[in-house]
């Protein structure tokens, strides 16, 4: 590790190879941990490159543990976290709404590092079992249209680096690789990044992939459609910056869109918008994630159109359902 971190502080860059290789030791507890947060470090002070990107996405993808779904259509709605904003789970959310829809998806998701409550956090105030038992998770899916993977259960070589990422408190290029190393590898994905040169990040590596995808950031720094200001996507031949008022919606404020400050006040805010008494802005917000999720399986559709398919999914009940469904599994 001391040759690469001389090599990292002389502004030098990682191989794919490298990357990859670096982190599949640091996976098998070669460093401790004050190597381990210098060397994560590096990545806040200049930006990840792309092979080096790859090259961890590689060896997290090698060592994780395999989900076999038997070649089902799923999406994945993930942010990378580490907008700062404490935003109430819309992600999670807005991946509860389009099964409620009756689409397949398959959420991974982790405890929240540089917020308050992440997705793993207000579903285990909410009573999910997380498990990573393919039956269980095939169950899931097919009775409830929706399984969750929980990322420490997945990426178990990942345990070397919690704690370090916990103490540091702030985004790692983990944030970075979070949505990028689903087990199932998804046929579709909405993700959300963190900044914009990100975006452009994702939108390079995911060319190399057959799915279908769309990327979000908010022009304000939100890793989801927030409706407080435009916002840009990007997809599979698909690159546009669009506001709310584009979508029939009005344009919030940071304050409206607040997460809580534990598990247990996401969690209500998680069953008041599924039980369709959450205020209008989170009710909104949800619908239009969820509607842009829905586009990405129908990119032939309108963006409206596939809000209203989201938002319906809400105020029918049927995205409560999914959860019921999905608790009792």
């Given at each position: 590790?001391?040759?690469?971190?001389s090599?990292?502080?002389?502004?030098?860059?990682?191989?794919?190879?490298?990357?990859?290789?670096i982190?599949?030791?640091?996976?098998?507890?070669a460093?401790?941990?004050?190597?381990?947060?210098?060397?994560?470090?590096?990545?806040?002070?200049?930006?990840?490159?792309?092979?080096?990107?790859?090259?961890?996405?590689?060896?997290?993808?090698?060592?994780?543990?395999?989900?076999?779904?038997g070649?089902?259509?799923?999406?994945?709605?993930v942010?990378?976290?580490?907008?700062?904003?404490?935003?109430?789970?819309?992600?999670?959310?807005?991946?509860?709404t389009?099964?409620g829809?009756g689409?397949?998806?398959?959420?991974h998701?982790?405890?929240?590092?540089?917020?308050?409550?992440?997705?793993?956090?207000?579903?285990?105030?909410?009573?999910?079992?997380?498990?990573?038992?393919?039956?269980?998770?095939l169950?899931q899916?097919?009775?409830?249209?929706?399984?969750?993977?929980?990322?420490?259960?997945?990426?178990?070589?990942?345990k070397?680096?919690?704690?370090?990422?916990?103490?540091?408190?702030?985004k790692?290029?983990?944030?970075?690789?979070?949505?990028?190393?689903?087990?199932?590898?998804?046929?579709?994905?909405?993700?959300?990044?963190?900044?914009l040169?990100?975006?452009?990040?994702?939108?390079?590596l995911?060319?190399?992939?057959?799915?279908?995808?769309i990327?979000?950031?908010?022009?304000?720094g939100y890793?989801?459609?927030?409706?407080?200001?435009?916002f840009?996507?990007?997809?599979?031949?698909?690159?546009?910056?669009?506001?709310?008022?584009?979508?029939?919606?009005p344009?919030?404020?940071?304050?409206?869109?607040?997460?809580?400050?534990?598990?247990?006040?996401?969690?209500?805010?998680?069953?008041?918008?599924?039980e369709?008494?959450?205020?209008?802005?989170?009710?909104?917000?949800?619908?239009?994630?969820?509607?842009?999720?829905?586009?990405?399986?129908?990119?032939?559709?309108?963006?409206?159109?596939?809000i209203?398919?989201?938002?319906?999914?809400?105020?029918?009940?049927?995205?409560?359902?999914?959860?019921?469904t999905?608790?009792?599994?």
């Amino acid at each position: 590790m001391k040759s690469t971190l001389s090599r990292l502080f002389d502004h030098q860059l990682l191989s794919r190879e490298e990357a990859r290789d670096i982190l599949l030791r640091i996976s098998g507890a070669a460093f401790n941990p004050v190597q381990i947060a210098s060397f994560v470090s590096v990545f806040n002070m200049r930006p990840v490159s792309i092979p080096e990107l790859q090259g961890f996405r590689d060896a997290l993808l090698e060592l994780c543990v395999k989900v076999d779904v038997g070649g089902q259509s799923t999406i994945d709605i993930v942010g990378t976290g580490g907008d700062g904003k404490n935003t109430f789970n819309i992600s999670t959310l807005s991946a509860i709404t389009v099964a409620g829809a009756g689409y397949k998806v398959t959420k991974h998701g982790s405890y929240g590092v540089s917020s308050s409550v992440g997705s793993s956090d207000v579903l285990m105030a909410l009573g999910y079992r997380f498990s990573n038992d393919n039956s269980v998770l095939l169950r899931q899916l097919e009775r409830a249209n929706i399984c969750f993977l929980h990322a420490p259960l997945f990426h178990p070589a990942l345990k070397e680096v919690a704690p370090v990422r916990k103490d540091l408190g702030m985004k790692t290029f983990f944030n970075m690789l979070g949505p990028l190393v689903n087990p199932i590898q998804p046929s579709h994905q909405l993700f959300g990044t963190f900044s914009l040169e990100l975006q452009r990040l994702y939108q390079y590596l995911l060319q190399e992939s057959d799915r279908r995808f769309i990327i979000v950031y908010a022009l304000d720094g939100y890793d989801e459609v927030s409706l407080t200001g435009p916002f840009k996507i990007a997809g599979n031949g698909l690159e546009k910056v669009l506001h709310p008022e584009d979508l029939d919606l009005p344009v919030y404020t940071q304050p409206d869109l607040d997460g809580g400050q534990n598990p247990e006040e996401g969690a209500k805010i998680f069953r008041d918008v599924l039980e369709n008494k959450g205020t209008k802005a989170q009710m909104d917000t949800v619908s239009a994630n969820a509607g842009l999720a829905i586009h990405c399986f129908h990119p032939e559709r309108s963006l409206k159109d596939c809000i209203a398919e989201a938002r319906e999914s809400l105020e029918s009940g049927r995205a409560l359902g999914v959860l019921k469904t999905l608790l009792e599994q």
